[in-house]
């Protein structure tokens, strides 16, 4: 009996303590005025705009949300997020798509996007804040692991990691990135020359992220949102054909969906001066590639609206 | 199944309850299917090897134990042929076959013996280094032959220690097996404290640590020299949470149960010599080279030179059990010449009757325990780089010490703040063992704040979509 008194306490006064730190970190944490966190909840809860852009990194420092708002007269604002891909891009837009419309959905997919991997699904940690309030995207963060919703049990969980972020973005003022509609510019250029990669690995596709891709497109027709799904440069060239790029083709024909694919696009490919590192334009290429982008895209036009 | 693991967490509560309410002629039983569990959980039909060698084991061992002369020696040599051959395979083929093709290729030729393309099974080194201590202690006559084919096989496979030790001597753990453990509060409160602690190193510190080491080690060309020497200090650390914490919960699970393990680490970064770090770092695998391998070459019998030469050759072997690559051999070898050159030194100064000045002060403690602890970071970088010409590309680089140190808030936060807290309870340990005490305070305010803090890090700063345990691949 003394035994489970004491695990009893223990366990209580865990649970006790859990739920307090926890209810401390969700105060906090809905209240940053910077940072990536804060992109990511102005997306899920207040983006308004015309025209929103999803996808990983290459999303974020590859789509200026103003050359759109001009070339369309719309407003816009890019959601895309560092190490965070199709699930993530999906879940904010079943978040969004619940209390707003945008007019243009651009969804920007990298090569290798959809390649089965082990613990591809981790970086929805992301959005484990938002699991208690939307239903909608759980289904989608219990992959991240067999035992989610246990874990999902503390109420510190969907915080881990986050407290000295989340303190620092309490206090700091909106950031540079915020004042650009999620747009994140890099200045740098890359200090070697293109690789001529002739032949990556093969690899296997992961169907649960194929099928994903899929929805997110279904999901933006039957809201009625003019869709479009952009590859953005890649630096070094590649002779192979990706079967991301293959797969993301094939589903775009089949749901008579645009799809721009620039990965190779000589304008860009190879150019030191227009690349921050192998994956990410820097801030004037950036420019340079969304007027590009933008005025090719306005062939959509007729749909919007 | 990793320990770090939702799964582990119920299969342990399940386990460990059945057990206690199990009659004790029951319990071997239980625990033999759980530890087939345990280790089905990684790939299943890998039990057929373990299978293997434990039919053989059990059997040489009780005929080495019937026999006498040649026939007790060949046995011997059955079981450990038997052992070594599976390591062979398993862990040594591609790596002897990868460096036949690589001298063939300079004489021109290609190399016709085909690559297996095997997985290798998890602790394969720890269980069979067990296996083989049992004949050896049969054959030496230390140890009775086991009888009971399931509490053999239960000593092999014992699921605390199956995948990463410590590698138990089986006259410290096969007597166990038939002591009847009663309930034992204070002894179960010890054993999760222990796995409590045991946790907190490999989530909070290991794991944090390994986010920074693994970007600078993953992609060295892409960092600093400073940056590099940075991750290889986290990486000591990183190691040392990792396969510490692994033994503290496999130590703790067993102490709950009512099986005592033997001790694997003694805060090793104290050490102020490189001899005194191997007697506090996986003891039982530098125990295990020295009462099977060093003793077996001659040991201390035989003349200094010679000595020398031994220790070597442990090492090396050390280093190719820990991995077929070279990295691990240099990363032996490096070990053993630290060892060698350390005994030379002692011996100069004994035989000219010199003293280092001030090397009994503070300040010429510190500098030895800073000065070892230095010479074992860069025989790290062997053991983490990715291969012999990384490990080389990233000395060169410490060596310019050019470029900026790569930070990230969050990370560089966390990977300091899992340092000094694991520091603080190190030095505690160490230095001021009787004072304070927080884990064992007499007021249950000040042990139960202790456990709520360390559970609070762990799910406040854990890292649990982190990787299994780096000595599991060994």
């Not at chain 2, 340092?419 to 304070?436: I, P």
Request: proline share 3%; glycine share 6%.
């Amino acid at each position: 009996m003394v035994f489970f008194r004491k695990i009893l306490i223990l366990v209580v006064l865990l649970l006790a303590v859990d739920f307090l730190a926890g209810a401390v970190l969700k105060h906090f944490y809905f209240r940053q005025k910077s940072g990536i966190d804060y992109q990511t909840i102005y997306s899920v809860e207040k983006a308004n705009e015309d025209i929103l852009f999803f996808g990983s990194s290459r999303a974020a420092h590859h789509y200026v949300p103003d050359i759109f708002a001009d070339k369309y007269a719309m407003s816009a604002y890019n959601t895309g997020r560092d190490g965070n891909y199709i699930l993530y891009g999906y879940c904010l837009a079943k978040c969004i798509f619940e209390r707003h419309q945008p007019k243009l959905a651009i969804i920007d997919v990298s090569r290798n996007e959809f390649q089965r991997k082990e613990g591809s699904y981790d970086y929805l940690s992301s959005l484990l804040p938002f699991y208690g309030n939307y239903e909608s995207i759980r289904d989608i963060i219990d992959k991240r692991s067999r035992f989610e919703p246990v874990k999902l049990f503390f109420h510190t969980y969907p915080y881990n990691s986050l407290f000295p972020v989340i303190a620092l973005n309490v206090i700091r003022e909106k950031s540079k990135a915020l004042n650009i509609k999620g747009y994140i510019p890099l200045y740098r250029s890359i200090d070697r020359p293109a690789k001529v990669i002739s032949k990556e690995p093969d690899y296997e596709l992961d169907p649960y992220l194929v099928d994903t891709f899929r929805q997110f497109i279904k999901k933006c027709k039957e809201n009625g949102i003019a869709v479009a799904v952009v590859c953005s440069p890649y630096f070094d060239k590649y002779e192979q054909e990706d079967a991301t790029l293959i797969k993301v083709k094939e589903i775009c024909s089949e749901e008579s969906v645009t799809f721009l694919d620039y990965s190779q696009d000589a304008r860009f490919t190879g150019n030191q001066k227009k690349f921050d590192d192998y994956n990410h334009l820097n801030n004037d290429a950036a420019k340079e590639y969304s007027a590009i982008c933008s005025d090719t895209l306005r062939i959509l036009q007729h749909k919007i609206n | 199944m990793l320990f770090n693991s939702i799964e582990f967490v119920i299969f342990f509560i399940v386990v460990t309850t059945l057990y206690f309410l199990l009659e004790h002629k029951y319990r071997w039983f239980l625990l033999l299917a759980a530890s087939c569990y345990f280790y089905m959980a990684f790939v299943p039909v890998y039990i057929l090897i373990l299978g293997f060698t434990i039919v053989i084991d059990y059997y040489a061992g009780i005929i080495i134990e019937q026999s006498t002369g040649k026939k007790r020696k060949s046995w011997l040599i059955v079981s450990l042929f038997a052992n070594i051959g599976v390591l062979a395979v398993f862990k040594y083929y591609n790596f002897l076959n990868d460096n036949l093709s690589f001298l063939l290729s300079r004489a021109g030729r290609e190399n016709p013996i085909p690559y297996l393309k095997i997985l290798l099974p998890i602790g394969l080194s720890f269980h069979t280094f067990q296996a083989m201590s049992y004949t050896i202690e049969v054959y030496r006559g230390n140890q009775k032959a086991e009888r009971n084919f399931g509490i053999y096989a239960l000593y092999v496979m014992f699921y605390p220690q199956l995948v990463a030790g410590p590698i138990e001597r089986p006259q410290n753990l096969l007597f166990q097996f038939y002591k009847k453990h009663s309930f034992d509060i204070d002894r179960i409160f010890n054993g999760l404290k222990l796995m409590l602690w045991g946790f907190f190193k490999k989530l909070v510190v290991a794991d944090r640590l390994a986010t920074y080491v693994n970007a600078a080690y993953n992609y060295p060309e892409n960092h600093s020299g400073l940056t590099l020497i940075v991750a290889t200090i986290f990486f000591a650390f990183q190691i040392y949470c990792d396969f510490s914490g692994y033994s503290d919960i496999a130590i703790g699970a067993a102490r709950v149960m009512g099986f005592d393990l033997m001790k694997n680490f003694n805060r090793p970064y104290f050490s102020s010599t490189v001899s005194e770090f191997w007697k506090r770092w996986h003891i039982s695998l530098s125990t295990w080279f020295k009462d099977y391998l060093y003793i077996s070459l001659g040991g201390n019998r035989v003349s200094v030179p010679r000595i020398y030469i031994n220790l070597f050759i442990v090492f090396l072997v050390s280093g190719l059990w820990h991995g077929a690559n070279w990295t691990y051999v240099i990363w032996g070898g490096l070990n053993g010449l630290y060892l060698v050159a350390a005994i030379m030194r002692d011996k100069l100064l004994a035989k000219y009757k010199l003293e280092i000045p001030g090397a009994q002060t503070w300040a010429g403690k510190s500098f030895s325990i800073l000065f070892t602890f230095l010479l074992i970071c860069f025989s790290w970088i062997f053991f983490r780089a990715a291969n012999v010409d990384v490990a080389f590309q990233i000395i060169r680089k410490m060596a310019k010490l050019e470029g900026p140190l790569y930070t990230t808030y969050p990370t560089m936060f966390f990977c300091l703040l899992s340092m000094v807290m694991l520091l603080v309870v190190e030095v505690k340990q160490e230095y001021f063992n009787g004072a304070f005490s927080f884990m064992n305070n007499r007021s249950p305010v000040v042990r139960y704040s202790t456990y709520l803090f360390l559970l609070l890090m762990i799910l406040l700063m854990g890292v649990f979509d982190g990787g299994q345990f780096i000595y599991f691949q060994f």
